[in-house]
């Protein structure tokens, strides 16, 4: 299976196609949006059962979500030691040994993800990896601090060299109602972050229906999000197939409508390989191979990985390892 996956990790942080300008709020569009949640449903239960890539084609499908893991420290407790551990991870996912034996070469993350406290650590330790670094802003997780702070925070983190920033909306004028509100924030946001692409998480488990996801995903993408993602992994309930399906179907329906292509990242429980497989088989199957892509697909995780390489040392030497053995950091 000899392969060089490097070519896809190249091209970040740019996107290969032209970035979403974003458009005037569209609330006839917004209002429209609707979503069938026993339908929805119907649909994601299929999935698991569907999965049906196995042995080279398995391992080759899971090398592919490496490259698209936001690998992610967002802890109290963390420290510069722990956040260039985990960029060296980065640079090397999986062993050595285990890739020569694969066959591959030029493996790395799509991302890391950290508090702005910890940007210019992930810079230095990524320099000339070509892993781009993602910085949580605006009031992480809750957003409910003072909005100037939020946008400055922005700033100070595109500053010290975040390329990416994935900030957290008001869920407030979700449940409210209030689109133009939601518009609003997002396109200053999205001004502030000028050159780094911007991840809008709406933290969908707090948003009560999926017509809201539904209605909240359109409202990010034309105030310009270059990506939307579930959560923060601080809710209760974060990235969900049915949660997934819907965001995708809207991402789809601008696409079809505006001809840009916005990028999705479910973030939160998904720690397990197959689960990395189940939502690869969505994007696919809903969005096309396109969407396999790190420009405009990320798993936000921190647990992934290991599980994932596990399963490579697997494939290759058929013996399971014991899962301290692949730690992240």
């Known amino acids: 299976m000899e392969t060089n996956v490097h070519s896809a990790t190249a091209q970040l942080p740019q996107m290969v196609d032209a970035r979403n300008p974003g458009m005037e709020l569209d609330l006839d569009w917004v209002m429209s949006a609707q979503a069938n949640r026993s339908a929805i449903e119907r649909r994601c239960a299929t999935l698991p059962g569907r999965r049906s890539v196995k042995k080279d084609h398995q391992a080759a499908w899971l090398l592919r979500a490496i490259t698209c893991i936001d690998l992610t420290t967002l802890a109290g407790d963390d420290t510069e030691g ?134 909240a995903s359109l409202v990010c993408m034309m105030a310009g999000a270059d990506f939307i993602k579930t959560s923060t992994g601080k809710e209760t309930v974060n990235a969900t197939l049915p949660v997934s399906l819907v965001m995708i179907r809207a991402i789809r329906e601008y696409f079809e409508r505006t001809g840009y292509r916005i990028g999705y990242k479910p973030a939160g429980g998904i720690s397990k390989a197959k689960d990395s497989l189940v939502y690869l088989s969505l994007m696919k199957e809903e969005l096309g191979d396109r969407w396999l892509q790190p420009d405009l697909f990320r798993f936000g995780a921190s647990s992934l990985l290991g599980d994932i390489e596990r399963q490579l040392e697997h494939h290759v030497t058929g013996a399971y390892s014991a899962g301290w053995r692949h730690a992240a950091g």
Request: hydrophobic share 45%; charged share 20%.
């Open 82 to 215: 722990r956040v260039r551990r985990l960029c060296a991870k980065a640079r090397q996912p999986v062993r050595a040994d285990i890739l020569a034996a694969l066959g591959v070469t030029g493996v790395t993350t799509g991302a890391i993800c950290v508090y702005h406290e910890m940007v210019p650590t992930a810079v230095k330790a990524l320099e000339g990896s070509g892993i781009p670094v993602a910085a949580v802003s605006t009031g992480f997780p809750a957003g409910l601090s003072p909005y100037h702070l939020r946008v400055a925070e922005i700033g100070e983190s595109v500053a010290a060299g975040a390329e990416e920033i994935d900030i957290v909306i008001s869920r407030r004028h979700v449940l409210t109602g209030n689109w133009q509100a939601l518009y609003d924030e997002m396109r200053e946001f999205r001004a502030a972050c000028g050159e780094a692409h911007v991840k809008a998480i709406l933290a969908t488990g707090e948003l009560g229906t999926l017509r809201n996801v539904a209605r």
